[in-house]
């Protein structure tokens, strides 16, 4: 696919740009069926449930294809078209990293923390230029269902602080505070993202953004597309420390929950 210079000017500008109709109507109903299926073939991990360790087991957040179910989705539609865009926008050749998707269920759907992502990844000694997203949307995206918040043009005030906070399946995320949040929107416009189904947004790994809760009927099925510069210097060793050391960190918090609560009638843990 070909990007004018309007839409380079754009991305740099706003650390974000909207591609419409990537996807066909036609192939968004395809690939979703085949992620719906796929999700309840899978062990899925506790953590990676809508309502984890309860009794309702119907809702995964997360899905991973398995290689024969990735080679479908390949024939259903060309992704890594995506992987070309990518690579014009950062102006060098990227490589694809991952991809999962993520299915905002209609009524469980979590919030997701405002962040940005290269706060995940500073001390692993690749360049935030080196890393970018797609996000796509294979259901229609609206504000009342959780639609991904941008706040445009955030990726030019570099990394701010973010902390260490609990979801609530036991998994850890970072977030600025939200004395920070109140500060940057005065600063930078908050954009909501209401996308239609097949369209995508590509943005850089520090632009701040997050999205709310689905506390509606409709579902709101995206993948995310990550990429990586081909010629990154990214340390896995230094991957593999920063993740242990987030283990510990939420080990820690469990704890600490768990020894407050024996305050009112339980068992101190060490």
């Not at 259903?76 to 694809?96: C, F, Q, V």
């Not at 796509?136 to 995206?141: L, S």
């Not at 953004?209 to 081909?230: C, D, F, K, T």
């Amino acid at each position: 696919m070909r990007l004018t210079k309007l839409q380079q000017k754009s991305f740099k500008k706003n650390g974000y740009l909207v591609i419409k109709n990537i996807f066909t109507k036609s192939d968004c109903r395809k690939i979703s069926t085949l992620v719906k299926k796929n999700q309840n073939k899978l062990i899925i991990s506790e953590l990676d449930k809508d309502h984890p360790f309860s009794k309702i087991r119907n809702n995964s957040k997360v899905s991973v294809l398995n290689k024969i179910n990735e080679k479908k989705l390949y024939k259903i539609s060309n992704i890594d078209k995506i992987l070309d865009i990518g690579s014009k926008l950062r102006e060098k050749e990227m490589k694809k990293w991952f991809v999962k998707f993520y299915l905002k269920n209609a009524f469980d759907g979590d919030n997701e923390f405002y962040h940005q992502d290269f706060a995940y990844h500073k001390d692993k000694k690749a360049k935030n230029s080196d890393y970018l997203q797609c996000f796509v949307a294979f259901e229609d995206h609206k504000l009342g269902s959780g639609c991904l918040r941008v706040f445009k043009g955030s990726h030019k005030i570099g990394l701010i602080k973010h902390y260490l906070v609990m979801t609530r399946n036991g998994l850890s995320k970072l977030t600025p505070s939200s004395k920070e949040l109140i500060s940057l929107s005065k600063r930078c416009e908050l954009v909501n993202l209401e996308l239609k189904a097949g369209s995508c947004v590509f943005f850089d790994y520090k632009l701040l953004h997050g999205s709310s809760s689905n506390a509606s009927e409709n579902s709101q099925l995206r993948m995310v597309y990550q990429m990586i510069s081909l010629n990154s210097k990214r340390d896995e060793r230094k991957n593999r420390q920063v993740w242990l050391k987030r283990n510990k960190q939420e080990i820690d918090i469990l704890k600490k929950i768990i020894n407050y609560k024996s305050k009112f009638g339980g068992k101190k843990i060490n």
